[in-house]
């Protein structure tokens, strides 16, 4: 995650304007541990901004060197998925500018905290997820705003900022419904089966919301 900021955020700067960004987890569960996982990445709006950052590139190769950076990083990390053994129905989708989506099928909770830590570089990410017959945990994860490569004061007001305005879904679907979840800030549906939580990356940083869930079903 870290590395995906870092990047988004250079692009912010390249701008000199803020940016909405949208990042979406979900996870479906089935009743023997296997289930589906899907990421979407939305940086659309990022589009409208380098049609404005385009008038002003005398050398017409800013934008092209831009997107293929994007483009390469998200490439390169779907490429490994691929490799990791009990992943099935690996589906890569970045036909729409900017937005980069993700879905596969995984065996066990296990094959899905390989695949979320596939650079094994972030002991956060490890194990991200644990289950066992009517029960779920999902880790929660810290994220520092100094972890992140800003050069001075300005540039951490400027990704305040961007990070406010960067969106963080995660949505359970469970295979029963939900006795218990301690998660308060999660939002449940009407038939007990999908957990919803939204939140800022900034909430994240300064500790206002926190992603960890740890929940049983029935």
């Known amino acids: 995650m870290k590395q995906l900021i870092n990047l988004l955020l250079f692009a912010v700067t390249l701008t000199t304007m803020s940016a909405c960004f949208e990042i979406t987890e979900e996870v479906t ?42 483009d390469s990083t998200f490439a390169e990390s779907f490429k490994k998925y691929s490799k990791v053994k009990g992943i099935s129905k690996l589906v890569v989708d970045t036909s729409k500018t900017y937005i980069y989506k993700v879905s596969m099928i995984f065996k066990d909770i296990a094959t899905l905290n390989e695949v979320l830590n596939i650079d094994k570089k972030d002991d ?26 800003m050069e001075d004061d300005s540039q951490k007001e400027m990704a305040k900022s961007f990070l406010e305005g960067m969106k963080y879904t995660i949505i359970l679907n469970m295979p029963g419904k939900v006795k218990k979840m301690t998660n308060k800030e999660a939002k449940l549906s009407d038939d007990k089966k999908k957990i919803t939580l939204e939140c800022s990356l900034l909430d994240i940083i300064d500790k206002k919301a926190q992603l960890g869930n740890e929940i049983s079903y029935k």
């Open 29 to 70: 569960i089935n009743k023997d541990g296997s289930g589906g996982y899907t990421s979407i990445i939305d940086a659309s709006k990022l589009s409208e901004q380098m049609q404005m950052l385009a008038a002003f590139d005398t050398t017409g190769e800013m934008i092209p060197k831009l997107k293929y950076s994007l």
């Open 124 to 149: 956060s990410m490890k194990n991200l997820y644990s289950w066992k017959k009517g029960n779920l945990t999902r880790k929660d994860i810290a994220l520092n705003l100094d972890e992140l490569k």
